[in-house]
């Protein structure tokens, strides 16, 4: 079992090009997160999803999307990168509603120049 | 102010020492508390739930002060393999679904 994985490991962007995330899994989780990660500033949400078909935004949405067609796979989108978007980005899923852990994939480093 | 605050550190402690670690919360209807531990460049993994009545589990003990607002873990006899960074999580009652991160605070455990 793979998993949490994430796609790909690191990326340099330059300002207004546009990426996608991936984030799999194997463990038949109904919850999937995606956070950024910035120094000081400790984990912050992006946006989740609570099942397949469905995505919810979190503390910081702005400048991405995501989509979760299917229920192992949760994408991030950005359409046009900032470099305020420079970040270490860590997707996460959970079994269900009032599960205590979280499992997190190994993360994408992300630079926008 | 954040929701989570912790000390960043680092605590720069010697092999065997023990040390320990304060996290405090602003929101009073977060319900479940947790550590977190982040090796460097690495994912977060749980590294134990919090329960009201405190928890022990091999040399971490993790305690709970409602009144107070703040979660505390303790590390005995620290190892060089405890040197990481320790993440306080809380979730609220009113969202079942979310975590709420603290910072962190980092751990240096030398020779």
């Known amino acids: 079992n793979a998993g949490v994985t994430q796609t790909p490991k690191f990326r340099v962007l330059k300002t207004g090009q546009s990426m996608t995330l991936l984030c799999a899994q194997d463990m038949n989780h109904e919850y999937m997160y995606w956070y950024r990660q910035d120094p000081g500033m400790g984990l912050r949400l992006i946006h989740y999803s609570v099942g397949e078909g469905t995505t919810a935004k979190g503390e910081v949405p702005d400048g991405y999307n995501v989509s979760r067609l299917k229920k192992q796979n949760f994408l991030l989108g950005l359409e046009s990168a900032a470099p305020s978007q420079t970040s270490v980005y860590f997707c996460?899923?959970?079994?269900?509603?009032?599960?205590?852990?979280?499992?997190f994939g190994p993360g994408t480093r992300l630079t926008v120049l | 102010r954040k929701e989570v605050e912790q000390d960043p550190g680092p605590f720069n402690v010697p092999e065997g020492a023990t040390v320990a670690f304060n996290c405090t919360y602003s929101n009073s209807a977060s319900q479940s508390f947790f550590w977190y531990r982040q090796d460097c460049r690495k994912e977060p993994k749980l590294l134990m739930s919090?329960?009201?009545s405190g928890n022990e589990d091999g040399r971490f003990t993790a305690q709970l002060n409602r009144a107070s607002q703040y979660i505390s873990l303790l590390i005995r006899d620290s190892k060089l393999s405890d040197s990481a960074t320790y993440l306080c999580v809380v979730r609220r009652m009113d969202s079942s679904y979310k975590l709420i991160f603290g910072s962190g605070t980092r751990l240096l455990v030398r020779p």
């Open positions: 919090v329960y009201s």
């Open positions: 996460a899923t959970s079994p269900g509603q009032g599960a205590n852990e979280q499992f």
